[in-house]
């Protein structure tokens, strides 16, 4: 499945074009008969959930910190693009306790690929790269230090995280995507693991999955991965702000209560019952 891809490559050919990101008002989906509640069933840290309409869909639970507290089920959930979902799909991502969907793409992206709404979840975009010439889709290098430098996409990265907060809070999951679910989604995933205290070898073997999900290597920009570009954004980060602590703080403004809410709603302590 090349559909992202093949359209990341369309548009770095229409660089030219001039697009500006319009505000979205959150818009909610309403319910279809849900399926009946389950637990969602973890296997590995960071397992692909298999859906008919992506190939990188996976949860963030399993993951373990250094103080051995572990991701929980049914909070995180990162993707690629939702404009093939299935039927199917709807319900196993109900399976998931969804409640909120993040669109990390620009406004073009959103056009030529528009997701399909989830039933009874809300709908967010936060645009990463939108305030960047339309060549950052595709020149990853500079796109990773964007990540970190640019004040529109910093705003965007705060804003999910502090959505993952609240949601968390409620009980239900955030699901945040992008194209490829590789790059912008990557990054995320990256800064959230970081700030609950997974260490830096787990958070690069996932990033590093999304070659395995996407059949591709670290030589094909539009679908693998490159550890450097992770580590060039994580060095940026600390070059910029002095650290990645101060990143998070000062650059993407979690306070110190954001950040113990993130923990006190995404992990279970060393040795409790999974699950909240």
Not at 58 to 83: E, K, M
Not at 139 to 144: E, I, P, Q, V
Not at 155 to 183: N, P, Q
């Amino acid at each position: 499945m090349r559909r992202s891809a093949t359209m990341l490559g369309a548009m770095a050919a229409a660089a030219a074009i001039v697009t500006t990101p319009v505000a979205l008002t959150a818009t909610t989906t309403p319910a279809l008969a849900a399926p009946a509640a389950t637990q969602s069933s973890v296997t590995q840290a960071g397992a692909r959930i298999a859906l008919d309409g992506t190939e990188n869909t996976r949860t963030l639970a399993g993951f373990r910190t250094t103080d051995g507290s572990v991701v929980r089920a049914n909070r995180v959930l990162r993707s690629d693009d939702l404009s093939t979902l299935s039927p199917a799909d709807f319900a196993r991502l109900q399976e998931q306790r969804l409640g909120v969907v993040v669109d990390l793409r620009t406004g073009l992206e959103r056009t030529l690929q528009p997701d399909k709404a989830v039933p009874d979840t809300r709908a967010e975009w936060f645009d990463v790269l939108g305030a960047l010439p339309l060549t950052s889709l595709v020149d990853l290098s500079s796109s990773y230090r964007a990540f970190v430098t640019d004040p529109a996409a910093r705003a965007a990265f705060g804003a999910t995280l502090h959505t993952i907060e609240a949601t968390a809070a409620d009980g239900r999951a955030v699901l945040y995507h992008c194209s490829a679910g590789k790059d912008r989604t990557g990054w995320t995933t990256a800064v959230l693991l970081t700030i609950l205290g997974v260490d830096r070898e787990q958070v690069e073997a996932d990033f590093l999955a999304s070659n395995t999900y996407r059949n591709a290597s670290p030589a094909d920009p539009l679908n693998g991965v490159d550890i450097d570009w992770l580590r060039t954004a994580f060095r940026t980060a600390d070059a910029t702000f002095g650290s990645f602590d101060n990143y998070v703080r000062d650059g993407l403004g979690l306070t110190a209560s954001d950040i113990d809410s993130l923990r006190t709603e995404l992990l279970d302590p060393a040795g409790a019952p999974a699950g909240k």
